[in-house]
């Protein structure tokens, strides 16, 4: 893909289906990938603290969450073809994981939230195989969450942590589990516990 630059953020020139098929290839070759939803509030904060910026760029897809990044791109003169919410992919993907039995890990947000979105996965997408569910507080530290992760061979890391500290958590962690499409999903899992 091409990339806009948006405050110094590259965001990726591609549609929600084209996201979503680079997605689905990542999968299938078991590479892993770090995708960021990127939205207005992640561009301020990337512009103004460093190290989140060289967080942000580690990425290997970071896509406009949001129609403020998609105006900002077309006020710049390198328009972005359309919005791909970060809720939408993460549904997306969750579709592709219905579809062909993908492994889903779940990491984050409050013990209740987290099990009330999980089982609304099982519902909605019954063939996700969900090898992971576990609340989004626990110690930085704690080096047994990540062998878990790596023991649950994921195809799909979803990461519910708050802006900053859960693509924090990804670069840090998803070299040592070496597969998987990771994701920050913010409030998502808040969303599907509905
Ligand atoms: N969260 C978490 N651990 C933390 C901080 C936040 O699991 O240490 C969860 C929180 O419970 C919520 C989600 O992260 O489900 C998103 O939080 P918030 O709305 O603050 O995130 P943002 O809007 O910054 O992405």
């Given at each position: 893909f091409q990339t806009v630059h948006i405050?110094?953020?590259?965001?990726?020139?591609?549609?929600?289906?084209?996201?979503?098929?680079?997605?689905h290839a990542h999968v299938k070759q078991q590479k892993p990938c770090f995708i960021v939803t990127a939205n207005p509030e992640i561009v301020m904060k990337a512009n103004e603290e460093p190290t989140y910026m060289a967080?942000?760029?580690?990425?290997?897809?970071?896509v406009a969450d949001g129609i403020g990044v998609v105006k900002a791109a077309e006020w710049l003169g390198t328009p972005?073809?359309?919005?791909?919410?970060?809720?939408?992919v993460l549904c997306r993907c969750l579709q592709?994981?219905?579809?062909?039995?993908?492994?889903?890990?779940?990491?984050?947000?409050k013990e209740e939230v987290v099990q009330a979105a999980a089982q609304h996965i099982r519902h909605r997408y019954p063939h996700v195989r969900l090898?992971?569910?576990?609340?989004?507080?626990?110690?930085?530290?704690?080096?047994?969450i990540v062998e878990e992760v790596k023991q649950a061979a994921?195809?799909?890391?979803?990461?519910?942590?708050?802006?900053?500290?859960?693509?924090?958590?990804i670069a840090e962690h998803m070299h040592t589990v070496g597969r998987g499409v990771w994701?920050?999903?913010?409030?998502?899992?808040?969303?599907?516990?509905?």
């Open positions: 405050l110094g953020v590259p965001f990726v020139r591609a549609t929600m289906d084209e996201v979503v098929s680079v997605i967080t942000i760029q580690q990425a290997d897809y970071v972005l073809p359309e919005r791909v919410a970060g809720y939408d592709l994981a219905d579809e062909h039995q993908y492994r889903v890990y779940m990491i984050g947000a090898v992971g569910v576990r609340n989004g507080y626990f110690d930085w530290n704690d080096k047994t994921p195809d799909f890391v979803f990461v519910a942590l708050g802006m900053g500290k859960q693509e924090q958590w994701m920050g999903v913010g409030g998502s899992f808040d969303v599907l516990a509905g």
